[in-house]
T-cell receptor, first 114, second 114 residues
Framework: SAVISQKPSRDICQRGTSLTIQCQVDSQVTMMFWYRQQPGQSLTLIATANQGSEATYESGFVIDKFPISRPNLTFSTLTVSNLSPEDSSIYLC???????????FGPGTRLTVL | GENVEQHPSTLSVQEGDSAVIKCTYSDSASNYFPWYKQELGKRPQLIIDIRSNVGEKKDQRIAVTLNKTAKHFSLHITETQPEDSAVYFCAGNAGGTSYGKLTFGQGTILTVHP
């Protein structure tokens, strides 16, 4: 399975600032996704990161708030903009194993907004 | 879109007992159903999955069953051990395509008492 790393693992940010999270995979993957997991909750898909084109956002998530980049098949970034305390969550990237349906998750980034 | 309901939200068993977690899905075109285990502070880990052309799949103490007609699937853990204690999430792929988007259930907190 793909080895996925995320940076930072955690951060504490001030209201109104932004945080950019990086996701690196050790092999080329077609599909990369970004999820949010609020405290004690399930996983909610934010968007699909498309290589070479704009990300595809799920209902309730917009590009201005969650800009995503995917410059190549092994790397993606998620920015959470104009932070508010409600953005305090764990953000996880996920990749779909090429040729299968299997999805693996990165270790997550724990964001706390003060 | 796909909607996945998971029950129960909490499950407490004695070591050695069996545990069963059930999920229902709404999209009859869904064809891939993974189960993830998430320990406290860790990433979700895939433990077993099933595709719609199969009714049951086993891996040691873990099994998953799928009833396509009723649109529900279940996770069975036999001979539970304290290390099985975690949050378990079921998921279904949206729209039955190979696109890879997963919709997750609400999660079940499993506690195995020694």
């Amino acid at each position: 399975s793909a080895v996925i790393s995320q940076k930072p693992s955690r951060d504490i940010c001030q209201r109104g600032t932004s945080l950019t999270i990086q996701c690196q995979v050790d092999s080329q993957v077609t599909m990369m996704f970004w999820y949010r997991q609020q405290p004690g909750q399930s996983l909610t898909l934010i968007a699909t990161a498309n290589q070479g084109s704009e990300a595809t956002y799920e209902s309730g998530f917009v590009i201005d708030k969650f800009p995503i980049s995917r410059p190549n098949l092994t790397f993606s970034t998620l920015t959470v903009s104009n932070l508010s305390p409600e953005d305090s969550s764990i953000y996880l990237c996920s990749v779909r194993d090429t040729g299968t349906d299997t999805q693996y998750f990165g270790p997550g980034t724990r964001l706390t907004v003060l | 879109g796909e909607n996945v309901e998971q029950h129960p939200s909490t499950l407490s068993v004695q070591e050695g007992d069996s545990a069963v977690i059930k999920c229902t899905y709404s999209d009859s075109a869904s064809n891939y159903f993974p189960w993830y285990k998430q320990e406290l502070g860790k990433r979700p880990q895939l433990i077993i999955d099933i595709r719609s052309n199969v009714g049951e799949k086993k891996d040691q103490r873990i099994a998953v069953t799928l009833n396509k007609t009723a649109k529900h699937f279940s996770l069975h853990i036999t001979e539970t051990q304290p290390e099985d204690s975690a949050v378990y999430f079921c998921a279904g792929n949206a729209g039955g395509t190979s696109y890879g988007k997963l919709t997750f259930g609400q999660g079940t907190i499993l506690t195995v008492h020694p």
